[in-house]
């Protein structure tokens, strides 16, 4: 089986790390993209079951866990677990592709420590946390609570910075979109 590179991307909720993997995959065929299994509900009538998430319940979820089928899995939020399956993986690699991961600052982590040389993991942040409020708010999906919820953790988020190979701050869309290019096509080139 092709054992391809890993491509990490994480970051506080609202930073941009999903606009950049989308466009990465558009613009290289030859990444993947991992989907995620989580439990909490859809965002809108936009995301779908095997495309953006796994949805699953809580139960099905602790099977899994309790099957070993996880990389890394995590209570993100009380009751909203994530992680990514061993299955994602072998399916994109029998593909012959490389893995892109949009996933959150300990999800990273973990996968980094996983995959070790054979990933690159990219902490994606904006310039200040009142940017990523705003960005948060922009959605539209957010309460008054998950807002709140979501910006403590993303302080807490932060100081894990210094523990991911490179920082991409989100500042200039643009801008970062072609920084994310550079660092791919250099680490695939490693």
């Not at 899994?64 to 996880?70: M, R």
């Not at 993986?89 to 991961?101: L, N, P, T």
């Not at 300990?106 to 996968?111: I, T, V």
Request: aromatic share 12%; with cysteine; charged share 35%.
């Amino acid at each position: 089986m092709h054992k391809g590179k890993a491509f990490i991307f994480s970051a506080p909720s609202g930073s941009g790390k999903t606009t950049i993997v989308k466009h990465l995959l558009k613009k290289h065929p030859e990444l993947s993209f991992s989907i995620s299994a989580c439990t909490r509900d859809r965002r809108g009538r936009n995301e779908e079951n095997g495309k953006d998430y796994y949805f699953l319940t809580p139960e099905e979820f602790k099977q899994k866990i309790d099957k070993n089928e996880f990389i890394e899995w995590e209570e993100v939020y009380p009751g909203n677990f994530y992680g990514t399956l061993k299955s994602e993986i072998e399916r994109i690699w029998a593909a012959g592709k490389h893995v892109i991961f949009d996933v959150d600052v300990k999800g990273g982590l973990s996968l980094k420590n996983y995959f070790k040389e054979k990933a690159l993991a990219v902490f994606v942040k904006v310039p200040n946390l009142n940017v990523l409020e705003e960005r948060l708010n922009d959605r539209g999906t957010e309460t008054k609570d998950s807002l709140s919820q979501r910006l403590f953790k993303a302080r807490f988020e932060m100081g894990f910075e210094d523990r991911f190979d490179v920082t991409l701050v989100n500042e200039n869309l643009e801008d970062s979109l072609k920084r994310a290019e550079e660092l791919y096509s250099s680490f695939i080139k490693s």
